[in-house]
């Protein structure tokens, strides 16, 4: 992991709603970025316009692919939180939070259970900001990688001490990279008591998953509540062959869980290098699905 802290920045901006932080002479921070030390390999255009003023200080937790994404916003953006209340200072030092709007009632539960008073809130859009003094964070760990400290911080934060850990759990994925033959896996999840997870009927995500003793699914955002499971959970990742990357890997060795994984064929393969999440739908075979099954529930 690389060093990690806070910045103090006079009369500062913060560029739309991925929060570059720029300082007054217009040099870009990329520490703050997702992208770190190989932001100049992926350029966007930067276009810095007139900037809505802010008096006073403002604190910025946004984060490059947080405004869409519930995993990016809990982890890189509510995560700098973290880094904030390390540095010993407090909500009430700021006078504004500068942060994605939250898209679900789920994200919004976290943010208010954080103490983050949304009063103070100033939902990240496309125009770039400058206020009094800005204070920003170093990006929270390193990309695709997250630190125990985080997922510390959550469980601390907002999960509650679990009432029952015998929970075995499906996270099923829907949109680009799910399971293809997702259908032909229900019998050997309904062999071994595994209950689907139901985005829509689950009111308090973080006592949920704190309350799991197993859980199954494909790689994606839904699979970022793996921090606030128990130590000891036992955590089976799908992974599309053409989007192999490490992030519920540390998510679940950070949270103290049990981690295994199955890679399964993607029905496309990008070129080398290629930027940007995988578009294919991926399959899992079946008779592998099910004696894995059979290990972990073991």
Not at 27 to 32: G, V
Request: charged content about 20%; hydrophobic content about 40%.
């Amino acid at each position: 992991m690389p060093e990690l802290g806070i910045l103090r920045l006079d009369k500062a901006r913060i560029l739309g709603p991925d929060g570059w932080l720029v300082t007054e002479d217009g040099t870009l921070l990329y520490e703050s970025t997702w992208y770190g030390s190989s932001f100049s390999r992926h350029p966007r255009s930067i276009a810095y316009g007139t900037p809505l003023p802010l008096s006073g200080t403002c604190l910025s937790l946004a984060s490059d692919f947080a405004g869409g994404n519930y995993g990016h916003f809990l982890l890189d953006c509510l995560g700098r939180l973290a880094l904030f209340q390390k540095s010993g200072l407090s909500l009430d030092h700021v006078d504004w939070v500068y942060l994605p709007k939250p898209a679900s009632e789920t994200a919004a539960k976290l943010v208010r259970r954080l103490g983050i008073p949304m009063h103070k809130c100033v939902w990240a859009a496309q125009e770039d900001i400058q206020a009094d003094l800005v204070i920003g964070t170093s990006f929270p760990g390193l990309r695709r990688n997250y630190a125990r400290w985080l997922t510390e911080f959550f469980r601390l934060q907002v999960a509650k001490s679990p009432l029952r850990h015998d929970r075995r759990v499906y996270v099923p994925r829907k949109g680009q990279r799910k399971i293809a033959n997702e259908e032909e896996l229900m019998p050997a999840l309904k062999k071994f008591g595994f209950e689907i997870y139901d985005f829509d009927d689950v009111e308090d995500e973080a006592a949920f998953f704190s309350e799991c003793s197993i859980v199954v699914g494909p790689h994606g955002a839904g699979l970022t509540n793996l921090v606030f499971c128990s130590p000891g959970t036992k955590v089976l990742e799908l992974i599309p062959s053409d989007h192999v990357h490490p992030y519920y890997y540390t998510i679940a060795t950070s949270a103290g869980a049990d981690y295994s994984y199955i890679v399964g064929d993607s029905h496309g393969t990008r070129p080398q290098g290629a930027f940007g999440p995988s578009p294919f739908d991926f399959e899992v075979a079946p008779d592998i699905f099910e004696r894995a099954l059979e290990a972990i529930c073991q």
